[in-house]
């Protein structure tokens, strides 16, 4: 085994895994730091659950080793004292109030000062005139706001959320990204399981993206929005009558893959970060240039072109807008 980074929280190396003759992970790596806020993506069938359930202990790899902290948690009780976990059922009890089902946890959690600590959560997460309701009349948000109290009950380390705003209206799917943002603001490390690209793209700093068992995409979400192989700049002449010509000579640069001229702009993909050559040869060539705007991939984008790219189906035109919404599980 390799030695541990211990500037990570969290570390995959090589994971496999397969059941009943189908390969589900297939050698997948990558790893978190500590304090990060990580969103781990993909659609049906990924095998997000399964790498969920591999490095919460619950399943093994066939092959490789999934840490946290440092140690696997089918054997590490001690690291597993310092996980927090946040299914979508929330993990609580109908019938006992907010403030019972805190209660109850922290009795297992064996966590000192309760009622302290419980008055601190139950005001944290917006529900301190509730806690002496019962859980089973809440509603959906006000669930998932108890359910996140629970998770961070006993201060842990690192917390997994699994698609912690679904079935949210946006209201409170707003409310789950304040708390993940304040939350991360504690050195919290964060491990997002999710296939909202909105949630992710807002709280996230780092992303993999999984499809067929493997990391198609594995970086920050910067890099990644830049591009690959650069980037892409939409270039405004001080006249557009001077667009053909304009082009021609763009196209003559080594550092340009391609341009589109449309509606008085010109669109210019580079093959390196290499905009500022592209102005200084329209300038030293006479060109009055307007404006020149440097464009960015969106995470819907990225996501979309890795899953094209991978082999995914997503051929209705109203995928992305489903899958923002949050309906592409897996």
Do not use: W
Request: proline share 3%; with cysteine; hydrophobic share 35%.
């Amino acid at each position: 085994m390799n030695e541990y980074n211990s500037n990570n929280s969290i570390e995959v190396r090589s994971v496999t895994k397969n059941f009943q003759g189908s390969q589900v992970l297939d050698g997948i790596s990558f790893s978190v730091g500590r304090g990060e806020v990580f969103g781990f993506l993909g659609p049906n069938g990924a095998g997000k659950t399964t790498t969920l359930r591999i490095l919460l202990g619950l399943l093994r790899p066939d092959s490789g080793e999934a840490l946290v902290l440092g140690k696997s948690l089918d054997t590490a009780d001690a690291q597993r004292k310092r996980v927090g976990v946040l299914f979508e059922n929330n993990g609580l009890i109908d019938r006992f109030t907010a403030r019972e089902n805190l209660r109850y946890y922290a009795e297992l959690y064996e966590v000192s000062d309760i009622e302290k600590r419980i008055s601190e959560l139950l005001e944290y997460v917006g529900l301190s005139d509730r806690g002496d309701d019962l859980v089973g009349i809440f509603s959906t948000g006000m669930k998932r706001k108890l359910g996140l109290a629970r998770a961070i009950l006993h201060k842990p380390d690192i917390l997994f959320l699994d698609e912690p705003s679904s079935g949210l209206d946006p209201e409170g799917q707003k409310m789950v990204h304040d708390l993940i943002v304040g939350l991360s603001g504690q050195s919290m490390t964060i491990f997002l399981n999710s296939h909202n690209l909105d949630e992710v793209s807002r709280v996230c700093s780092k992303v993999a993206i999984l499809h067929h068992g493997t990391i198609q995409a594995y970086d920050s979400i910067e890099r990644l929005r830049a591009g690959p192989s650069g980037s892409e700049i939409t270039i405004t002449l001080s006249d557009p009558a001077l667009g053909d010509r304009a082009v021609a000579m763009i196209n003559a640069l080594p550092c340009v893959t391609s341009t589109l001229q449309e509606h008085g702009h010109i669109k210019v993909t580079l093959s390196g970060q290499s905009g500022s050559a592209v102005l200084e040869a329209l300038i030293t060539g006479g060109f009055g240039v307007e404006e020149a705007v440097r464009q960015k991939r969106t995470l819907e984008e990225i996501y979309l072109d890795v899953v094209r790219e991978a082999g995914g189906i997503l051929g209705n035109p109203e995928s992305v807008a489903i899958q923002e919404k949050g309906s592409v599980k897996g």
